[in-house]
């Protein structure tokens, strides 16, 4: 479970902004209502500051985690659709595969000649399989990469992935929010490789690897760091059998986000004080 | 796109701009056309070579159907989706670890 470590701190550091968040509402209610409250504000108290930094700060939060939901989730309907329209009946080989995979109905062959396998959608996954790939590999590499595939299913990685998107969306003032996001990703695709090893094989997976590296297209397009970075830990994971380190968060990075939970905390704490001042249930 | 696909070989601004404006009415500016190779080849969609003082542009992807694959997958970050490979090229060391893993060594 600790390997999961950065998504679970995603979840509790988007959690414990709530309280702060609705605290801006309530302050920003109390200055609209309270008499005392607005005069402090003229007055020009910093706690009377603090709340439109708040109340800001969580429009922000929650209009970017909801673009961010809704645009995944239309995205992912569009693949989903597109793997439904371009559907195939897989060859004779690869249907012996799939006779023994124990989620064969949730696997969707489609014909294309792009090196595809994923496994998409975030409550009913479905893996989704190029023809293509699917007959350049051999029966043991195949079984690989649908065993890594199958431990995305059961693990539910693409609902994890949304949600560490939306999460990191709702962070948008801690910069290592985004960093954890990449971490969460990495942490998922090297449980789903060493699922993928347990079932097939160092070996077979390897293979897969070697395959499907060599098979993508277009050495002109130059891959995003990110993804040329994992590549490299799972070769580095099958070598040793254990996920390896993470590179450190750069010393920017940490500053902004050390910088932006300060302010977070420092209107927090403003807002707190105009309450306790103003607030009449007390 | 198209204008690419037929041809084949890799073809200058100047060239695409004559393919698309022979029946073309009004005519498209040379700097549109720079603009949207240049945007294909960003997007991995066409690929760029030097050609003389400027650039000759080829189709990276074979169909329409291979863009549309290519645009989801570079759209999953977005999206519900757990990839098994991205659109790597693995480098000549990771390949040369991988080979011997496969080797059992």
Known sequence: ????????????????????????????????????????????????????????????????????????WWRTRRFRRWAER?????????????????????????????PLAVTVGAWRPVIVVGDALARELGTVELRAVLAHEHAHVRRRDPLRSLLALVLAAHLWFLPAAAELRGRAWRAQELAADRAAVRRSGRAALAAALLRVTAQVPGAAVSAPFATAELLAARVAQLESGVPPRPAAVSRRCGALTVAGACAFVVAVAGAWTLMVLTCPCW | MDVLWRAGDPLPVRAVLAELNRDREPPLAYTTVMTVLSRLAERGIARRHRAGRGYAYEAALASPADIAVRQLLDEHGEAAVASFVDHVDGDARLRERLRRLVEGR
């Open chain 1, 1 to 72: 479970m600790t390997r999961d470590r950065p998504f679970l701190v995603l979840v509790v550091a988007a959690a414990a902004t709530y309280p702060a968040l609705s605290l801006g509402w309530c302050v920003a209610a109390l200055l609209g209502t309270e008499r005392s409250a607005w005069e402090m504000w003229l007055a020009g108290h910093p706690g009377a500051l603090a709340a439109p930094v708040l109340v800001l700060a969580a429009a922000v939060s929650v209009g970017g985690a909801g673009r961010v939901l809704v645009r995944g």
């Open chain 1, 86 to 114: 371009h559907r195939t009946r897989p060859c004779t080989t690869v249907s012996a595969v799939l006779t023994g995979f124990p989620a064969r109905d949730r696997v969707r062959v489609v014909a294309t000649d792009a």
